[in-house]
């Protein structure tokens, strides 16, 4: 499930390029004239508020929604259903009734919708227990997923989107409402599926603070503009309130990284990001 060897060969392609991108929906720019090359085995973080279009590029990446300019995705245009690519979407509520199992939904990973019995060989079944095994879930493989914690459901959603062996992962709001321990526990996961593939991860998050050790840079998109570089470059106060085209102020509250913004920006004025003590000081 985890060989890297085909992804390391292959280094000097970008994972993903996009060039002069924009994005427009009901009149509204989400984004406009984004260029971005993502490094195979880059960890990119993209945050910004609500709304800000966070959720869309993933989409875009997915081959879900259109988007003007050029894009790439692992050396081809972004197309549907693409095995090398690994999803986490947004999680939602599970019916607790609905009798759907922990190993039915990693299964899904591997042949979609098809799930239930009689319908896999030997060799599928082994590769869903790996799966199980590999991010801690085979003690519950056999419950109901409506029925599990939110850290269970998140560790077989990791799982669903590794068992087709990806070079490239997507992941949205991963660590939505979960505590600090099955945060660090998601995290922890994730960086271990990195290091042993050498693959890509594109991490959306309204919360830094968990990532931001693993993350190579930070992309900010805020009211249709975007910014991208090393944390260090992103989470300041003048790269912010070029972001934002007012005044913003970045500051430190015990240890916290707060971006503070007054802008009338229809995605919200206040947008906070945390950080651990010593990782970003903020710009001035």
Known sequence: MLSAGSRRAAVETPAVRIERSTRVLGGRTIWRDLSLEIGAGEFL???????????????????????????DVLGRPP??????????????????DLPL??????RMG??????GPGLGSRRVEGRVAEALSWVGAAPFADAPVGRLSGGEQQRLRIAQALIGDPALLLLDEPLLSLDLHNQREICALIAGWQRESGGTVIFVTHDVNPVLNMTNRVMAVVGGRWAAGRPDEILTTKAMSSLYGSPVEVVRLGGRVAVLAETGDPFGSHHDLTAPPGKVQAGR
Do not use: F, H, M
């Open 79 to 96: 197309g549907r259903g693409n095995p090398r690519i690994g999803y986490v979407p947004q999680q939602k509520a599970i019916d607790p």
């Open 45 to 71: 973080t993209i945050i910004g508020p609500n709304g800000a279009g966070k959720t869309s590029l993933l989409k875009v990446l997915l081959g879900l929604l259109p988007a003007s300019g050029d894009v």
């Open 110 to 115: 591997l042949d979609g919708a098809r799930w």
């Open 101 to 106: 199992r922990g190993r039915d939904l990693v």
